[in-house]
């Protein structure tokens, strides 16, 4: 693995982790959350945010509906759902075994 690749399955976590955290947010916001909570070390690309936020949705991980942004913008919020939170919980035991 390349020192610039994240193992598989964590952005899928940080993202959980992150909506878990913060609740309701826009995809923009998710990843300014996670590159901030880094100190500016992770930076979450959208070719690899919104396609893992889809196959999210697709595993009912989140949950989504379009809204307005605080600058006027149409843009998809993104809240956990159950199965997603399950999911979260049982990533964070397996990946500190």
């Not at 020192?3 to 598989?8: F, L, M, S, Y």
């Not at 826009?26 to 500016?40: L, T």
């Not at 998809?76 to 199965?83: E, H, I, K, Q």
């Amino acid at each position: 693995m390349n020192r610039d690749e994240i193992p598989p399955g964590t952005l899928y976590l940080l993202i959980l982790k992150t909506v878990a955290l913060r609740g309701k947010l826009h995809g923009y916001e998710i990843a300014d959350s996670i590159q901030r909570s880094s100190d500016d070390v992770l930076e979450v690309e959208e070719g690899s945010l919104y396609p893992a936020l889809q196959r999210m949705l697709i595993k009912g991980w989140v949950t989504a509906e379009w809204g307005t942004t605080a600058g006027n913008r149409r843009a998809r919020y993104y809240t956990l759902t159950t199965a997603g939170r399950s999911s979260s919980a049982s990533r964070c035991r397996s990946s500190s075994v």
